[in-house]
């Protein structure tokens, strides 16, 4: 049973490179998210997308953008990777939008390191 | 406006008791979260508490909700080596229409011999 997979596990881009990062969610859910996660500030939502077809706007969306390919993959793409971008990147799924006690479940987070 | 806050930092020696707390805003939050993350790894969901309820034990896992003051804590009992890593809380308000969740961020707990 693997949940939600990101790939890759590290990458280290030089300033001004692009990236797409995967993530795929076997659980047949129908929302998924991107988030990263900087030191000393929890999580911080980029994109969302509540169900196949839709995405929108999170927390801090610049200088990224997503792509919601099917039901089980949600992709996000730094354009123009900056130094301020570095840091872990966690993609999540819930089954419904907007059900509280429909928990989110993580993948293990792509580590990002722009130079 | 919504935050969540947690201290920092936490270290109970192994067989002791832990208890990591929380504060959160937004009182439309219908449902609270734990989560515990190891290192180089993401997210796991230890417990979640619905608002109506005040107390939610689970195992070693004890989540105590005051909804008047907004505190949420997570009391781990018999702590073990094991329990090290960073505990996540995180509320779920009602507002944004989606499964918003809202993070603290993190309390870094070192269990020592």
């Known amino acids: 049973n693997a949940g939600v997979t990101q790939t890759p596990k590290f990458q280290v881009l030089k300033t001004g490179q692009s990236m797409t990062l995967q993530c795929a969610q076997d659980?047949?859910?129908?929302?998924m998210y991107w988030y990263r996660q900087d030191p000393g500030m929890g999580l911080r939502l980029i994109y969302y997308s509540a169900s196949e077809g839709t995405t929108d706007k999170g927390e801090v969306p610049n200088g990224y953008n997503v792509s919601r390919l099917n039901k089980r993959e949600f992709s996000l793409r730094l354009e123009s990777a900056a130094p301020s971008q570095t840091s872990v990147y966690f993609c999540?799924?819930?089954?419904?939008?907007?059900?509280?006690?429909?928990?989110?479940?993580f993948g293990d987070g792509t580590r990002l390191s722009i130079l | 406006g919504e935050d969540v806050e947690q201290s920092l930092f936490l270290s109970v020696r192994e067989g002791d008791s832990s208890v990591i707390n929380c504060t959160y805003t937004d009182s439309s939050s219908t449902y609270l979260y734990w989560y515990k993350q190891e290192p180089g790894a993401g997210l796991q969901l230890l417990t979640y508490?619905?608002?109506?309820?005040d107390m939610k034990q689970d195992q070693r896992l004890t989540v105590l909700l005051n909804k008047k003051d907004k505190h949420l804590s997570l009391r781990i009992a018999d702590t073990q080596t094991g329990d090290s890593a960073i505990y996540f809380c995180a509320e779920s308000p009602l507002s944004g229409g989606y499964n918003k969740l809202i993070f603290g961020a993190g309390t870094r707990l070192a269990v020592h011999p």
């Open positions: 999540a799924s819930s089954h419904e939008q907007g059900a509280g006690n429909q928990p989110q479940h």
């Open positions: 508490i619905f608002s109506n309820m």
């Open positions: 659980m047949n859910h129908n929302s």
